[in-house]
Nanobody, 127 residues
Framework: QLHLVESGGGSVQPGGSLRLSCAVS????????VGWFRQAPGKAREGLSC????????RYTDSVKGRFIMSRDIDKNTVYLQMNSLNPEDTAVYYC????????????????????WGQGTQVTVSS
């Protein structure tokens, strides 16, 4: 399993930006995927984005497409989630997630199954 540690959460006013970081360790094969989920109070967990080592393409759920950007620094084994134009509905605990795939060429799904989860970081958007 991957070990994931998030950082960068905090409070921001509507319209503001935050960048989350996720340090990834435990990569044993070059066939894995990392993503971001969030969970708002009283709501189900929501998959936001993911990227697979197989193609490096970041994928997004519709609610954040155009506002959030997921990127990765392969040398640092770190992924980022740049969040722009934040609104109060983005208030949630954000989780970095990951999985080591069994087959080569694995392509992640934003709302797929991930067996590694970080501890979560709180993001609060309010005026």
């Amino acid at each position: 399993q991957l070990h994931l540690v998030e950082s960068g959460g905090g409070s921001v006013q509507p319209g503001g930006s935050l960048r989350l970081s996720c340090a990834v360790s435990g990569i044993t094969r070059d066939n894995y995927a990392v993503g971001w989920f969030r969970q708002a109070p009283g709501k189900a967990r929501e998959g936001l984005s993911c990227v697979s080592s197989s193609d490096g393409v970041s994928r997004y759920t519709d609610s954040v497409k155009g506002r959030f950007i997921m990127s990765r620094d392969i040398d640092k084994n770190t992924v980022y989630l740049q969040m722009n134009s934040l609104n109060p509905e983005d208030t949630a605990v954000y989780y970095c997630v990951g999985i080591i795939a069994r087959r080569s060429g694995y392509v992640c799904r934003v709302n797929g199954v991930y067996d590694s989860w970080g501890q979560g970081t709180q993001v609060t958007v309010s005026s």
